[in-house]
């Protein structure tokens, strides 16, 4: 019990960490360095008004100095990393720890991207640069210490990678970056190399269907019009979430479709 505890409170300070990433990189500020300060009187933050959770409720949801109201987002972010740090041990469990903590860097990320592209729409490269980077550690330590399973080496992930990004590039290029933006075809050519190409169309059909509901919803409710751009990173993002936690389920079901069915989840 008391492990599971450790773990959500590792969740709530990377969650915290999260929210620096997702406040900072599309300002281009740096992440190191600097401590936080508020965005409105530009008082610095001390560390005990920097505790995941605990300090937005002793603090009221407002800055200690000039009452400025402090999101929830802060808040539920540093909540949700916590949940998904428990909910990919469970997960992962008998897989391992290296297994767990991939997830949790893939997770972690996904979500820093769907948040940032949901603000600004961009999808920032050096987010994406750094997932390559886990991607590429995971998939040579898989190979060196355990040699089965997921395998980023593998002709179908390489191939997931190029259809992907090939497919998405070539609807940026005929669209003049009308339908989407240069980041969606690195983004989708990245979740081809992790997922490999079923896993990865899977995650792009999510994507295509979450993205159309929300659209009608918004036009329904006029809070949107044929001409309101919806971030595609935001939907991509939420689709491999949800295959992650969902993908070997959906996969089972028509795994006799296809000859070889690829997962990350062991
Ligand atoms: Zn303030």
């Given at each position: 019990?008391?492990?599971?505890?450790?773990?959500?409170?590792?969740?709530?300070?990377?969650?915290?960490?999260?929210?620096?990433?997702?406040?900072?990189?599309?300002?281009?500020?740096?992440?190191?360095?600097?401590?936080?300060?508020?965005?409105?009187?530009?008082?610095?933050?001390?560390?005990?008004?920097?505790?995941?959770?605990?300090?937005?409720?002793?603090?009221?949801?407002?800055?200690?100095?000039?009452?400025?109201?402090?999101?929830?987002?802060?808040?539920?972010?540093?909540?949700?990393?916590?949940?998904?740090?428990?909910?990919?041990?469970?997960?992962?469990?008998?897989?391992?720890?290296?297994?767990?903590?991939?997830?949790?860097?893939?997770?972690?990320?996904?979500?820093?991207?769907?948040?940032?592209?949901?603000?600004?729409?961009?999808?920032?490269?050096?987010?994406?640069?750094?997932?390559?980077?886990?991607?590429?550690?995971?998939?040579?330590?898989?190979?060196?210490?355990?040699?089965?399973?997921?395998?980023?080496?593998?002709?179908?992930?390489?191939?997931?990678?190029?259809?992907?990004?090939?497919?998405?590039?070539?609807?940026?290029?005929?669209?003049?970056?009308?339908?989407?933006?240069?980041?969606?075809?690195?983004?989708?050519?990245?979740?081809?190399?992790?997922?490999?190409?079923?896993?990865?169309?899977?995650?792009?059909?999510?994507?295509?269907?979450?993205?159309?509901?929300?659209?009608?919803?918004?036009?329904?409710?006029?809070?949107?019009?044929?001409?309101?751009?919806?971030?595609?990173?935001?939907?991509?993002?939420?689709?491999?979430?949800?295959?992650?936690f969902l993908g070997q389920g959906i996969l089972e079901k028509?795994?006799?479709?296809?000859?070889?069915?690829?997962?990350?989840?062991?």
């Amino acid at each position: 019990m008391l492990l599971f505890i450790y773990i959500f409170l590792l969740g709530l300070v990377v969650g915290s960490f999260a929210n620096v990433v997702i406040y900072r990189v599309p300002r281009g500020w740096g992440i190191f360095w600097g401590r936080s300060a508020c965005p409105n009187c530009r008082k610095k933050i001390s560390w005990h008004d920097l505790i995941p959770v605990v300090s937005f409720f002793l603090l009221k949801a407002q800055c200690r100095q000039c009452r400025q109201p402090i999101s929830w987002l802060y808040p539920a972010v540093e909540l949700y990393s916590g949940t998904i740090f428990l909910l990919s041990f469970y997960f992962t469990n008998r897989a391992g720890v290296v297994d767990w903590l991939f997830t949790v860097f893939i997770l972690e990320s996904l979500f820093i991207l769907a948040l940032i592209d949901l603000k600004n729409f961009i999808l920032p490269d050096s987010i994406m640069i750094v997932m390559i980077f886990g991607v590429l550690w995971y998939g040579i330590f898989e190979q060196v210490f355990s040699g089965y399973g997921f395998n980023i080496f593998s002709f179908n992930n390489f191939i997931g990678a190029a259809v992907l990004f090939s497919a998405f590039f070539l609807l940026w290029f005929l669209s003049r970056g009308t339908w989407l933006g240069l980041g969606d075809a690195k983004l989708a050519g990245l979740i081809g190399l992790i997922f490999g190409l079923w896993g990865g169309l899977i995650i792009i059909y999510g994507a295509i269907i979450a993205g159309t509901v929300a659209g009608l919803v918004l036009l329904a409710s006029y809070r949107a019009n044929l001409k309101t751009k919806l971030p595609l990173g935001t939907f991509i993002s939420f689709s491999a979430t949800a295959y992650i936690f969902l993908g070997q389920g959906i996969l089972e079901k028509i795994k006799p479709l296809f000859f070889s069915v690829p997962f990350i989840l062991k």
